[in-house]
């Protein structure tokens, strides 16, 4: 199955799991209940390394590959905004 399909048929849970985390926001390095969400979710993805409380309450996942070839390395910010929500929005 392409991967783009297999991406939309999470489209209703993504959605579920970004406003989680939108009404549990977490500021600076004190991001501990967001990293063991993400972790969580990796896990139950199959990722093959999980390291968690670099820096504080950062994590790293290694993804290992099939063959052997080029790294691809994402970075990713987790930490909320300090601000009120002023549209009413979900």
Sequence with gaps: MPVLNRIADYAA????????????????FDCHETADFIARRLQEFGV???????????????????A???????????DALPITEATGAD
């Design 13 to 28: 849970e993504m959605r579920d799991w970004r406003r989680h985390l939108h009404r549990h926001p977490e500021l600076r």
């Design 48 to 66: 093959d390394q999980i390291h968690q409380g670099i820096a504080t309450s950062g994590l790293v996942a290694i993804i290992e590959g099939q």
């Design 68 to 78: 052997e070839g080029p790294t691809i390395g994402l970075r990713a910010d987790m």
